[in-house]
């Protein structure tokens, strides 16, 4: 049976339904974590060593994380996934599009550059300078968002209300990451994810936040919706401009009714989104892979 690579440290329940769905098209997947892979650039071995594939490489790997760590374990996850793909080994979504939207400044700087609407956005070095922006924007009446550079499901970020909270104003390892928040539309807080899968919106949900964090894991309840035109438009260019096989988009309406993209995330979770909608969503991304990548003319 050929056999796929589920890149992962925690495969719980999305593991679960990814192997449910290898399983059948007829593929067996197995959970393997980078960090126990390793390069050995022998003459008669394979240049990658991955547990559980100790013969010959798997027919394809779905990345559902990279781990964290210092900058060097980091490149080196990345750098397994690049071989990877250099081999022939399709790799879903590749180290190439994890790059660009784990680090939140590429990502803004991205979908900048794409003139797609997103929110105001700042990424600096120097302290003094991140707390004149700060102060400058409260002074305006304006909220800021300070995020850490590299992060998911809501951790480490703060919201910017008043001069003391600039006390809590921190640095991602040196970096400060600061957007002006975006007051959303109607009552309380709310966003929206939408999932797209090969430049198609596949499902969308709106979260609605017991705070101004919108985030699944944080408690924000969810409701499917139907995608229009203009939102499922955004999201997929901004997938497209980042280059990815498929992502999570999270965008506000904003209280003037337009559409900003807040984030871009391309290993996203979407236990929340699958409990209201109808699609199968892990079925969708294994036939995704298997059929553009594992298709009767490739290698898989």
């Known amino acids: 049976m050929r056999r796929i690579a589920i890149i992962t440290d925690d495969p719980g329940w999305h593991g679960k339904q990814l192997c449910l769905a290898f399983a059948e098209r007829g593929y067996a997947a197995e959970y393997v974590s980078l960090t126990a892979c390793k390069l050995q650039l022998t003459v008669v ?8 594939f100790a013969e010959v490489l798997p027919a394809a790997v779905f990345v559902r994380g990279v781990p964290g760590g210092s900058l060097e374990e980091v490149v080196f996850y990345l750098d397994v996934l690049h071989a990877l793909k250099l081999l022939g080994v399709p790799v879903y979504n590749d180290a190439s599009a994890i790059e660009r939207s784990v680090d939140k400044g590429m990502t803004s700087f991205l979908l900048q550059y794409a003139g797609l609407p997103t929110a105001l956005t700042w990424v600096l070095r120097d302290r003094d300078e991140a707390l004149a922006i700060a102060e400058q924007e409260l002074r305006q009446g304006r909220y800021l968002i300070s995020k850490p550079l590299f992060g998911s499901q ?39 994810r939408v999932f797209v899968i090969n430049g198609q919106a596949v499902a969308g949900m709106r979260r609605r936040g017991i705070s101004w964090l919108n985030n699944v894991a944080r408690g924000a309840s969810c409701e499917c919706i139907e995608l229009e035109a203009d939102l499922a438009g955004l999201a997929i260019a901004a997938v497209t401009a980042l280059k990815m096989d498929y ?52 290698v898989c």
């Open 45 to 52: 071995d394979l240049p990658i060593v991955i547990p559980g």
């Open 154 to 192: 809501g951790e480490g970020i703060r919201r910017i209300e008043k001069s003391t909270d600039l006390l809590w104003l921190t640095s991602s390892r040196g970096i400060y990451y600061l957007q002006r928040f975006v007051e959303c539309t109607g009552e309380g807080y709310s966003d929206v």
């Open 247 to 298: 992502a999570g988009v999270d965008v506000i309406q904003d209280a003037e009714g337009g559409y900003r993209i807040i984030e871009v995330n391309s290993v996203p979770a979407w236990k929340g989104l699958q409990s209201v909608c109808d699609i199968n969503i892990a079925e969708c991304l294994v036939a995704d892979l298997l059929d553009r990548y594992c298709g009767q003319d490739q």
